[in-house]
């Protein structure tokens, strides 16, 4: 299996390599780990391999390749989440293309090359009454089938899913693999070392940290809060936040990845990267454990309606009156 150019994931390409080499390839795989490192390009290279017709496959070089990559190919079939984060699950009458009746009305057709490959780049992004209209899809599929799932985790998809799928789990990338894809994106990232740091494994995460104007809002609010508590006072969140410019839930990741890498490289007694504000470490270990559990909580609970500004705050308020928060406690709560 071609693999090149795709940093990480040795222990999945590997299992993946085998995979190929059997008469029959699974028809239905699950693909498992943290957004960003890379997952829905190892799945369109193995999936690409069913059509290719170069000698060390997928060649990204046949006809049928450079439509894979174009995303123009008749057979090759990607659904991911819209604007607002989720794939919806359409309706019968409407069939929006991308939503699940889509997918499932668009497979009952007949294929071009006599194959169909199918990402779903975000299962964990379809509700259960979504993935309960897919499940047929997937405990049978037609026989020149070949479907590959990709969530952050499994705690999202129905267990009959999972139960019926393959799993490859995919870890996420070390520093020097985040540093490597940077490098190859080209000129426009700006601090890779501080992006890399912060972005706990995921290049896309990396690649959103080196943009300046996300980079400077996230570092605000960051700042603003670690401040606020490292005070003891309770944190007024930043008119501006950097929200506007990435969904509710990669701002969450991105947050629990800042504050995680800042307290284990404190606590491992790392260099810190230059270039990161200090107003955003939190003197107290402890509190900044409570506070990473807090965006756990909120990215876990989160609904697809998600007003992040409120439901950080209520999370932040009840973290005083919760008991958790130790020390004399705010003075006043300007929220
Ligand atoms: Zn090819």
């Not at 919806?88 to 293309?97: M, V």
């Amino acid at each position: 299996m071609n693999f090149a150019g795709i940093h990480g994931h040795a222990a999945a390409r590997a299992r993946l390599d085998k995979l190929a080499g059997h008469e029959r390839i699974p028809q239905t795989m699950l693909f498992t780990g943290t957004s960003g490192t890379g997952k829905r390009l190892v799945a369109e290279r193995f999936l690409s391999a069913l059509f290719c017709t170069g000698a060390a496959r997928p060649c990204l070089a046949c006809e049928h390749c450079r439509q894979v990559i174009k995303e123009i190919h008749p057979d090759f079939i990607t659904i991911r989440p819209n604007e607002k984060g989720t794939i919806p699950i359409g309706s019968d009458e409407k069939r929006e293309p991308g939503s699940v009746r889509w997918l499932i009305e668009r497979l009952s057709r007949k294929t071009v090359s006599g194959a169909t490959a199918v990402i779903i780049d975000g299962i964990d992004r379809v509700t259960d009454e979504g993935q309960n209209a897919l499940l047929k899809t997937i405990e049978e599929p037609s026989l020149s089938t070949c479907i590959i799932m990709i969530a952050e985790g499994k705690s999202r998809v129905l267990p009959t899913i999972v139960s019926r799928s393959i799993e490859i789990p995919f870890t996420p990338l070390s520093t020097e693999e985040v540093l490597l894809v940077l490098h190859e994106r080209g000129e426009s990232v700006s601090e890779p070392a501080v992006a890399a740091f912060l972005a706990g494994g995921s290049a896309g995460r990396a690649m959103m940290l080196a943009d300046t104007q996300f980079r400077e809002k996230l570092f605000r609010l960051c700042g603003d809060i670690s401040t606020a508590l490292n005070m003891n006072e309770m944190p007024i969140l930043p008119a501006d936040l950097p929200g506007k410019l990435v969904s509710t839930s990669t701002l969450l990741d991105i947050m629990i990845n800042v504050y995680g890498s800042l307290l284990h490289a404190e606590i491992a007694g790392e260099v810190i990267p230059q270039g990161l504000p200090d107003s955003m470490r939190m003197k107290d270990h402890d509190r900044a454990r409570v506070l990473i559990k807090i965006l756990l909580a909120l990215k876990q609970g989160q609904s697809h309606n998600l007003n992040f500004r409120i439901a950080l705050k209520g999370l932040l308020y009840s973290l005083y009156f919760g008991g958790e928060m130790r020390g004399p406690g705010p003075l006043s709560f300007n929220i």
